[in-house]
């Protein structure tokens, strides 16, 4: 079945350094992509989005490219900020199946 | 805010015990998913609903159950309580005809029993 395999964490990373957390994923057809985040204490909130391969998702600097010869939508930041400390989740979500998430990557931005 | 609501946000309870989560979709959402974060934050998908009617089902035990009303609220019941089901509970809502069927996740239900 559809799955997501997401970089294992903990990722700790000094203020301002550049971010990356690798995601791959299997699925048959043409599933959207999705990168939630989860703060402390909080639910999850969808972060950035992709439908179509070559598509961008943008947010708060965050972004993520639908590559579907590397089946990957791997997320960056250029410049991280302490307020970036979270841990996020990489989805997919094939037609109106159940949405698959990956393990979750836990981010610790240092100042 | 994601427009889902949940309660309670905390409860905490025996073992053998049940309780009731609830949850509210956002206004036109007709689905509803439940889930399981544990403590090694590891998002489990528990049960689907759509409409009133049961979508999909995921790693749902026996003694937990799922309903939904036909004013779409939904809630888990979750019954003989064991140490391993302190988590969080997180429920989830989206619109089927949604461009990217992404979807709404509420603050959560954490459960702890003791």
Redesign the interface.
Same mark, same amino acid.
């Given at each position: 079945g559809d799955s997501v395999t997401q970089m294992e964490g903990p990722v700790t990373l000094s203020e301002e350094a550049f971010l990356t957390i690798n995601c791959t994923y299997t699925a048959t057809g043409y599933p959207s992509l999705f990168w939630y985040v989860q703060y402390p204490g909080e639910g999850l909130q969808l972060l950035l989005k992709a439908t179509k391969a070559d598509d961008k998702g943008s947010n708060k600097g965050f972004e993520a490219t639908y590559r579907k010869e590397t089946t990957s939508f791997h997320l960056e930041k250029g410049s991280v900020q302490v307020s970036d400390s979270a841990v996020y989740f990489c989805a997919l979500r094939n037609g109106n199946d159940d949405m698959r998430f990956g393990a979750g990557t836990r981010l610790t931005v240092k100042p | 805010d994601?427009g889902?609501t949940q309660t309670p946000k905390h409860l905490i309870t025996a073992t053998g015990q049940r309780v009731t989560l609830r949850c509210s979709p956002r206004s036109g959402d007709l689905s509803v998913?439940w889930y399981q974060q544990s403590l090694d934050? @590891?998002?489990q !998908?528990l049960i689907?609903y759509y409409n009133g009617e049961e979508r $999909?089902k995921?790693n749902i035990l026996e003694r937990f159950s799922a309903q939904q009303f036909p004013d779409l609220h939904s809630e888990l019941n979750l019954s003989s309580l064991e140490l391993g089901d302190s988590a969080l509970y /997180?429920c $989830?809502s989206s619109d %089927?005809s949604g461009?990217?069927?992404?979807? /709404? !996740? @509420? %603050? @959560?239900t954490r459960l702890t029993v003791l």
């Open positions: - | 994601s889902v998913y934050q @590891g998002l !998908f689907q $999909a995921g /997180f $989830a %089927p461009t990217y069927n992404e979807q /709404f !996740f @509420g %603050p @959560g």
